[in-house]
């Protein structure tokens, strides 16, 4: 019965190609867990918009109840404060993650020819993880929020002529307040988790067509011909 | 089984338990609001027993202070009041039983009828007289204390044929 639905899906879609292009693929000798904080961002970032999801069905954002609904969903919401807790250290843990992504590609010189376009979009999405997490830090509405928004903001606010503009631009308005609340609110919902999902898709595809890069060690190894020592 | 095959299921295995294990708490969260238990009602003062006239129904409105979820506030209900004799009361919630519009009172009829589907309530005892109503009007506990008429004030499940409070 699943066989024949599943070929039926399958000549109809082709989904088996794109389960052996991400799931079968080759990967190279002598990968190593060096290689996996990519695919460890991706689950911290579905783990980030599952708990998101839920965080936001019991949150408000306006000034009058943000302060209040988070309150209601670390004390009164079954399992809010473990859903709130997985949301507040899963951004901390996506942003060392990330990084360390980023200083392994880095280190291991893997953005280089022909995959500098997959680079370039990281480094597109690294800058939104760190939208995700300035935007994220208002919306408690608590006095640290308030006041690391106000040194935040401030700083877009110093940029050489257009400085004011873009200060305005974020808050909503000269000062922080309803507007700015509701403006993050919708960067941190909205904006960025379209942006993110469609530049992941670009990164993905990438990363699936190019194939996992092979390892500095096994690339020495084959020009210099040496002989395959037991450890690997 | 194959060391390839050994290790798939096992990943398998592991990405089921760590994904269960997280979405306990997710689901939970969201399903938490549908298994909470009925809130008691309230006891209000509907005021002096000398303004209600035997056989003239007359409606009262009560206000609640209601906790929804992180707001605190205070919400209007209505109940109709019948006096049926000197010392004999009915207080309704003004709730139809069909789906929750509020009932009138019609006195060429002698009748509570709901401006939506038509169902139409007996004054004395609430009893559906005709239309989709599942159960008669829902009667509210009452007392009087020092000539005063006192309701206690609760709702109850719209559309089913059971008197169940929420």
């Known amino acids: 019965m699943m066989d024949k639905v599943g070929s039926w899906l399958d000549e109809r879609t082709g989904v088996s190609q794109v389960w052996q292009a991400i799931f079968k693929r080759k990967i190279p000798l002598g990968v190593n867990f060096l290689y996996t904080f990519g695919a460890v961002a991706m689950f911290l970032f579905t783990l980030q918009a599952l708990t998101g999801i839920f965080l936001a069905m019991n949150y408000s954002p306006s000034p009058e109840h943000a302060y209040d609904s988070v309150l209601y969903i670390t004390n009164e919401v079954a399992f809010g404060s473990i859903v709130r807790g997985l949301h507040h250290w899963g951004s901390s843990a996506m942003v060392v993650v990330v990084v360390l992504h980023m200083a392994v590609v880095f280190y291991l010189g893997t953005y280089r020819y022909p995959r500098e376009v997959?680079?370039?979009t990281g480094v597109v999405l690294l800058l939104l993880v760190l939208g995700f997490s300035f935007t994220g830090y208002l919306l408690p509405w608590d006095e640290k929020a308030y006041w690391a928004t106000a040194v935040g903001t401030n700083m877009a606010g110093t940029v050489p002529f257009v400085g004011g503009f873009l200060l305005a631009l974020l808050r909503g308005g000269t000062e922080i307040g309803a507007v700015s609340l509701a403006r993050f609110y919708a960067f941190h919902t909205f904006l960025l988790p379209a942006l993110a999902i469609s530049l992941m898709g670009v990164h993905l595809f990438l990363v699936v067509k190019h194939g996992v890069s092979v390892p500095p060690w096994i690339w020495r190894r084959a020009t210099t011909g040496q002989k395959k020592t037991g450890r690997r | 089984m194959g060391r390839r095959a050994f290790v798939g299921y096992a990943a398998a295995a592991m990405g089921a338990f760590l994904g269960a294990f997280l979405a306990t708490p997710i689901v939970g969260s969201f399903?938490?609001?549908?298994l909470k238990k009925a809130t008691p009602g309230h006891w209000k003062n509907l005021g002096t027993v000398g303004k209600f006239q035997i056989g003239t129904p007359k409606s009262e409105r009560v206000s609640l202070i209601k906790k929804d979820g992180w707001v605190t506030d205070v919400a209007t209900r209505l109940v109709w009041v019948v006096r049926l004799a000197d010392n004999d009361y009915v207080v309704y919630n003004a709730q139809c039983t069909h789906l929750g519009c509020l009932v009138e009172w019609h006195p060429e009829d002698?009748?509570?009828?709901?401006?939506?589907?038509?169902?139409?309530?007996?004054?004395?005892?609430?009893?559906?007289l005709a239309g989709p109503p599942p159960r008669p009007l829902d009667a509210l506990e009452h007392k009087i204390e020092k000539g005063e008429l006192w309701v206690n004030y609760q709702d109850f499940r719209l559309g089913v044929g059971e008197k169940v409070p929420i």
């Open chain 2, 110 to 128: 002698k009748a509570f009828k709901s401006p939506c589907h038509g169902g139409v309530f007996k004054m004395d005892d609430g009893i559906v």
């Open chain 1, 118 to 120: 997959t680079w370039l």
């Open chain 2, 31 to 34: 399903v938490s609001p549908a």
